[in-house]
């Protein structure tokens, strides 16, 4: 019996299958090249891939009980991971222009709206997340490779709605306007004091949300009964929220070179973070509980795996 | 027997509809106040509400050939015609933005990011092309009036793909990004020269998509074969045409107070129009062959009706 890759090998093997998959995702040649062009230096720009990744992790967990195969199970899912990948990255681009974020880097390369100007950069960003929208609807799905099983229409949809609540006004785009607000970006709205409370309800809905809806989605579209579904979604709340925290526990500790992105922005942006409001030692505490009640909640689903390796993942990871 | 209203008083009965259902369309409460109250200022400004009226008429067309009642097949294709209306309205916040059309005034109104700015502008956009999708994905639609009948899973994910289409690279993205090209606005691609062939194509992308793409859905949602989907389809083709056109020349006519928006601004910007290329005279008439095809499609297709009149009409219109 050969020795099962480790979790680095894993992910690197779905992150392949992700990259790949993407490529197949924009409508090249029947749309005006410039619009592709951008939204391909979006989408194909590098990360970690990490969402997507845990949807087909979450779809092949639950593969033993929908009665499929691991195989099967990851191919079927492969759409919606990509969804998942469109979305995460539409978001990037709008958050990194000038009347957002206005950042310049993102994964050491200039950000869309530095290379195409801002007009083409909302453009790219639209058109990334209508394609991910796209891309779940269609039949057969431009994503899904050759012989892959299509999910039925009805968890199709579902798994759409997931998404969009994820990334509509309650979700991502509802966290976004917090956060704009509280950088004094809104001249409507005066910038609030934000606390503990009001930190974590900015990213449940700015980065949590896609996190929790892309595991959700892996599980949901291969057809498992909701309570399933429910214990991939307590898990992936809990692992979004570790990955919050030791993300800004990277942001005080790191260097330009690791992160690919600007050191510190946050703080000085006179954003509260995690280390601020507890330091360094207390966060890297509380991100370890979070990862304790995701496993815990695996473990009681029969979910334990590459879903737990993950979870513990969250907490050493350096970049 | 008592009179069938007017072409004006149905289309009046049509918005009131659209307008009431769209105020169930964002996630009120459960999302961040600043941002509902920016998607309400985009949804909620008044306009004709053109293309979900296009969306209910053509379900209500072939709803005799789908076996389907007047009124059910109405209440059937209300989630795809607020979907196609939340489309539109988020593709003005974003063509409007200073980074694409630089527009200040929108019916009368000013635009999205003049009140809000231009961050939560184009997160007012992203809610509502997102929400757009959701309400055609969930089950039940906020917006399906109580007692609705629901499409089947495979109709609506239909519907989805080809709003998707509509909307994306291929689609109006494309089509706006081709426009901002030829007003120079893209750094990396100097502007290109647009004759007829471009600028038809523009217009095809740009707002001829998502008006094939309303009465298309209307049709597809409702449930009849791809011959009477592909003559609504041509039909709409035609009157987006005809509208385009009309709309080129009463910009060149109106006044400011009548069309509620800034005129002449088109020819100021440089982008060619119709009136520019063949004067106003030969516009009316190429509008006019687009109405005559657009009719005898509906003809041939037994769909003559209140279709008809909305093609008529459409040559008429002095707004």
Redesign the interface.
């Known amino acids: 019996m050969s020795t099962p890759p480790t979790l680095t090998a894993y992910l690197d093997e779905l992150q392949t299958v992700v990259s790949r998959a993407l490529q197949q995702s924009?409508?090249e040649g029947?749309?005006?090249t410039?619009?592709?062009d951008?939204?391909q230096h979006a989408l194909m720009s590098g990360g970690k891939r990490l969402r997507p990744c845990l949807t087909l992790m979450a779809a092949e967990a639950v593969a033993p009980l929908a009665g499929l195969t691991v195989p099967r199970a990851r191919l079927m899912a492969i759409p919606s991971a990509c969804a998942v990948e469109m979305i995460h990255c539409?978001s990037l681009v709008?958050d990194d222009?000038p009347?957002?974020d206005n950042d310049t880097l993102r994964r050491g390369q200039p950000t869309t709206h530095m290379?195409?100007?801002?007009?083409?950069?909302?453009?790219a960003?639209?058109?990334l997340?209508?394609?991910a929208?796209?891309v779940l609807?269609?039949?057969p799905s431009p994503v899904a490779p050759p012989g892959s099983p299509e999910a039925?229409?009805?968890r199709?949809?579902?798994v759409?709605?997931v998404l969009?609540?994820a990334?509509?006004?309650?979700g991502m785009?509802?966290g976004?306007?917090?956060d704009?607000?509280a950088a004094g970006?809104?001249?409507?709205?005066p910038p609030a004091q934000m606390g503990e409370r009001e930190l974590r309800d900015m990213h449940a809905?700015k980065t949590g949300a896609l996190i929790r809806a892309a595991a959700v989605s892996g599980a949901m579209i291969v057809g498992v009964e909701d309570a399933v579904v429910a214990a991939v979604d307590y898990y992936a709340q809990e692992l979004g929220l570790a990955f919050q925290i030791i993300d800004d526990v990277l942001d005080v500790e790191g260097s330009d070179a690791t992160l690919g992105k600007t050191v510190g922005k946050d703080a000085a942006a006179g954003k509260p973070t995690y280390p601020a409001l507890h330091g360094v030692t207390a966060s890297r505490q509380l991100a370890a509980e979070c990862v304790d009640r995701a496993k815990a909640t695996l473990h009681a689903a029969g979910l334990e795996g590459r879903l737990t390796e993950l979870a513990d993942w969250s907490l050493a990871r350096t970049t």
């Open positions: 924009l409508p029947a749309a005006p410039l619009v592709i951008a939204m539409y709008h222009l009347a957002m290379v195409y100007g801002d007009g083409l950069a909302v453009l960003g639209d058109g997340l209508t394609e929208f796209g609807a269609a039949s039925p229409a009805d199709r949809l579902r759409l709605s969009a609540t990334a509509g006004a309650i785009v509802g976004q306007a917090i704009l607000r970006r809104i001249p409507s709205h809905r």
